[in-house]
């Protein structure tokens, strides 16, 4: 398990003082890629090789949104690895340790030049840490938007400040993007997120929404390719 503290500054909340989910999604991540500073054998193996990890799917539960200036500690471990995929939980508690996130997410092992599927060995494989899975629902990875009246809306550039180190559109942004256009008088609890196709600077990410009556789905077409799809709901659906 790797561990990291945060506190919510000015700029992490938004207009009622609360953590925005946008830079909830940048503290997880965080401490995902940090992770791998405690894992010095798949490290080096992912240096040398040319490899990254791309986040495929992630489930992400609200227990408890954080207000300004609390003291929060994100931890993540994996519970499961093969030479293909790696699954993680990644939560964010508060100061008296009680959970204000849950999340799993599933990786996929790539090439870092093509971004396609790359096998790790089964000896660097066997190095990494496995912890005890968190308790929590753990819902199916394929997300099934259903038919109905579809609203789309206007295309967003993507821009330089968008692109992380592995030279694509930062897994946070496609958050921001989606809640642009969520309708804010839709309560949830649960965020599906499934990853088809990275956005790279220059693309066009072409929101659509379809809500229907226990959910509201978002997915942003980067040029006319389904990039990423989105379900905001509550738990239990």
Same mark, same amino acid.
């Given at each position: ?28 991540? &965080? ?12 490290? !080096? ?6 490899? @990254?990890?791309?986040?495929?799917? =992630?489930?992400?539960?609200?227990? !408890? ?22 699954? !993680? ?51 199916? !990875? ?16 993507? =821009?330089? &400040? ?13 958050? =921001?993007?989606?809640?642009?256009? @969520?309708?804010? *008088?839709?309560?949830?609890? =649960? ?11 220059? *693309? ?34």
């Amino acid at each position: 398990m790797y561990s990291l503290d945060f506190k919510v500054c000015p700029s992490d909340c938004d207009e009622g003082r609360k953590l925005r989910l946008y830079r909830v999604m940048q503290m997880m991540q &965080d401490c995902s890629e940090l992770w791998f500073e405690s894992e010095e054998v798949y490290k !080096r193996f992912y240096d040398e090789n040319g490899r @990254a990890q791309l986040l495929a799917y =992630r489930q992400l539960d609200i227990v !408890r949104v954080p207000e300004y200036g609390e003291n929060l500690r994100v931890s993540t471990s994996v519970f499961d690895v093969n030479p293909l995929f790696g699954y !993680r939980n990644t939560n964010i508690f508060d100061s008296e340790g009680n959970p204000c996130y849950l999340s799993w997410a599933m990786g996929a092992f790539v090439e870092r030049a093509t971004g396609k599927l790359s096998k790790v060995p089964d000896e660097i494989t066997r190095t990494v840490t496995i912890d005890e899975k968190t308790p929590m629902e753990y819902t199916e !990875r394929r997300i099934v938007v259903p038919k109905g009246d579809v609203v789309p809306f206007p295309p967003y550039k993507v =821009r330089l &400040d968008d692109i992380d180190y592995n030279h694509h559109m930062n897994n946070a942004h496609y958050m =921001r993007l989606a809640l642009e256009v @969520a309708p804010v *008088d839709f309560p949830f609890d =649960r965020v599906r997120m499934e990853y088809k196709v990275p956005a790279k600077k220059g *693309d066009v990410i072409t929101p659509k929404l379809l809500r229907t009556e226990d959910s509201v789905y978002v997915t942003l077409y980067v040029w006319e390719h389904v990039g990423v799809i989105m379900q905001f709901c509550k738990r239990g659906h």
